[in-house]
């Protein structure tokens, strides 16, 4: 039972009986109202008013005129009487309400007009010879129409009856609100995103919403689940790639440790392909963890000049030693990168021009009109026979910079190797 | 000069050690932190620690707190086969700086060096071309008549910034930044004018700069 009592369908056919219900009332009301309005009118209407008066008149003297007319205006409140005599002189007015300035002295003509003037008009009049003498002069009774016609049990009909249509547009309106409110708090929650899930909804009743509700949660509890355990799994091979690298460069280290007492041509030998190595295991991490989408990139508006500023000073005395002539030219620039990871560039771009541009003795740094261009005078990439590795470093360099929305382009031919790198529009 | 060394692997801990004490370090090496607690005396203070990451029991990141916490003018060196950033930060945020595996023994000389001129843990008197510059004292001798140079405030700390990263290159923006403690505004002269200032005190010919070299494009150096 109050399983059905929890259920919108219940409510809903709850609303359409209250609907039914009010409409019953109403007609109920109407038809009340009619009769008790009624009663409050003495059960009178306007034929049963003159048939009375003509009776009460008929049987007056001029003497008991001022009692008849004690007697009916305690009946209605809203009425006015005057007298006119046999020689048709006005001679008194009574509990005059709607002063309509009657003449002093009536003939034909002017009670002709009186009648014809008061035929069906705001006020009732009826005009009666008292005791049935026209020798007695007529007594003229005037009453509002409003109090004896029943207009008054309409308008209260349509006050009740507006109440309650209000008061079941309210209720209807309520309803569906609260079930289109709920309804659009799912929404909210299915299409906000924190950690890059929906969030829960709260629970608020028992009825079908609520069942799409506690399934929606159960269903973010299961993605939250899978989100963890697919990150922890992440994490682990995070791990795992930063362990192999350790223990790839551990007996690294260990060679070289174990080169220092050979001969000095040998340990120079032994020292370039140990440094080859250890890069080529940074590339390759790199790329691992780039192509897996495991680098985070928090891209800033960043100064480029300064950052290949900083670059270039950590590397120019490398470059010195090795007799290069560096030329660096940079204008103020500013980019949206990643600092961490725009240096990182630019040591593999150096990286690559100590390694491969050797013969050419030569590197140039330009920032200008926007444009970063790295220039050697090597013997060009196509000639790295003796450095395939070349490739993956390039590769890291692509793949960083694209992160970056960075245009990344190579010209490279036997004068010399050009870098260029742009943001993209 | 006392060094403290922690590195598990026997060959690499072993070569470290020789090389170090070959350049007259007196060196410390155990091979986990449980080691170096168990055999360590607690009178002997250390000028500098080298610290590998990946250790037995307790890693490199969280003795170098340890340390720190006991010493806080220890200058820490990690070493470190993750060349990773998320590690060199970590690494640095505690370590004073990184040396990535394979290394090689100059460059951890190179960086011992420059930390411990920056900790002041360093011989008092560094010697460059005709300058003997007395960093405790804040004193500069002219060698070639023995007479004290006396430079204003402003560039006894440059020449000071650049005695400490000697053979760095360091750049307008980082040595603006470290001696006025103020952001670098591009076109600013004050640092050139300083610099020029200073050459006019300490070089010998000042339109011939020997001591604070400029790197064309890039910054200043002064080679040790």
Not at chain 1, 146 to 158: H, M, R
Not at chain 1, 339 to 350: K, M
Not at chain 2, 45 to 71: H, N, W, Y
Not at chain 2, 123 to 133: A, D, F, N, P, Q
């Amino acid at each position: 039972m109050k399983k059905i009592a929890n259920s919108l369908f219940f409510r809903f056919i709850v609303l359409i009986v209250i609907a039914l219900v009010f409409l019953q009332t109403v007609m109920l009301l109407y038809l009340f109202s009619a009769n008790f309005e009624k009663m409050k009118n003495n059960q009178l209407n306007l034929t049963q008013i003159e048939e009375k008066w003509t009776n009460d008149v008929k049987e007056a003297t001029p003497d008991s005129i001022d009692k008849i007319v004690e007697k009916w205006h305690s009946r209605f409140e809203k009425s006015q009487y005057f007298y006119v005599d046999g020689q048709g002189e006005l001679q008194k007015e009574w509990y005059i309400q709607i002063d309509e300035s009657l003449p002093k002295i009536w003939d034909t003509m002017k009670t002709t007009r009186f009648i014809q003037e008061h035929y069906d008009a705001k006020l009732y009049t009826v005009i009666r010879f008292v005791g049935d003498k026209e020798e007695n002069g007529f007594l003229v009774l005037q009453i509002l129409r409003d109090e004896v016609t029943p207009t008054k049990v309409d308008n209260s009909f349509i006050y009740i009856g507006g109440i309650f249509l209000i008061l079941y547009l309210i209720i209807s309106f309520i309803f569906f609100f609260k079930i289109i409110k709920r309804l659009v708090r799912l929404e909210k929650a299915m299409t906000v995103r924190e950690n890059g899930l929906p969030v829960h909804t709260k629970i608020a009743k028992k009825d079908e919403i609520g069942k799409v509700e506690v399934a929606f949660n159960q269903m973010i509890d299961e993605l939250e689940e899978a989100k963890e355990k697919q990150e922890e799994e992440e994490q682990l091979r995070k791990e795992l790639i930063a362990n192999l690298s350790h223990d790839l460069k551990t007996p690294l280290t260990k060679i070289r440790a174990a080169s220092h007492d050979i001969p000095k041509e040998n340990q120079y030998l032994i020292d370039q392909n140990i440094d080859k190595m250890s890069e080529l295991i940074d590339n390759l991490m790199s790329y691992t963890l780039l192509t897996a989408d495991k680098v985070t990139f928090e891209l800033e508006e960043k100064r480029i000049d300064r950052l290949v500023n900083q670059s270039i000073a950590l590397w120019y005395p490398v470059f010195e030693e090795s007799d290069f002539e560096v030329e660096v030219e940079l204008e103020q620039t500013t980019w949206v990168v990643d600092d961490n990871q725009f240096s990182r560039v630019l040591d593999n771009v150096f990286q690559n021009v100590l390694r491969h541009a050797d013969r050419g003795k030569y590197l140039g740094i330009f920032l200008k009109d926007n444009c970063l261009v790295i220039q050697d005078k090597g013997p060009g990439i196509e000639a790295h026979s003796e450095n395939k590795g070349a490739g993956i470093g390039l590769n890291v360099i692509d793949l960083m910079t694209s992160k970056m929305f960075l245009s990344f382009k190579i010209e490279s031919n036997q004068l010399g190797t050009k870098i260029m790198l742009k943001e993209k529009d | 000069m006392k060094i403290l060394y922690i590195e598990d692997e026997k060959e690499i801990n072993e070569w470290l050690r020789a090389e170090l004490t070959k350049a007259y370090y007196e060196v410390y090496a155990f091979k986990s932190y449980h080691e170096f607690k168990e055999h360590h005396s607690e009178e002997i203070t250390f000028d500098l620690a080298i610290l590998d990451v990946m250790l037995p029991g307790l890693d490199g990141f969280s003795i170098a707190r340890r340390l720190k916490k006991e010493q806080t003018d220890l200058p820490i060196i990690m070493l470190t086969a993750r060349s990773q950033l998320e590690d060199k930060l970590e690494g640095l945020s505690i370590a004073d700086d990184y040396v990535t595996k394979p290394f090689q023994v100059e460059e951890i000389l190179a960086r011992m060096q420059v930390l411990l001129r920056r900790f002041e843990k360093d011989e008092e008197v560094i010697s460059v071309k005709h300058l003997e510059i007395n960093l405790k004292n804040k004193t500069i001798i002219n060698t070639n008549n023995n007479q004290e140079i006396l430079l204003t405030q402003k560039q006894y700390a440059l020449l000071n910034y650049f005695v400490v990263h000697g053979n760095q290159i360091l750049t307008k923006e980082q040595l603006y930044e470290a001696v006025w403690n103020e952001e670098y505004i591009d076109g600013d002269k004050t640092l050139m004018v300083h610099i020029r200032y200073l050459r006019e005190k300490i070089e010998e010919d000042p339109s011939h700069p020997e001591i604070v070299e400029t790197i064309r494009g890039i910054g200043y150096r002064v080679r040790l």
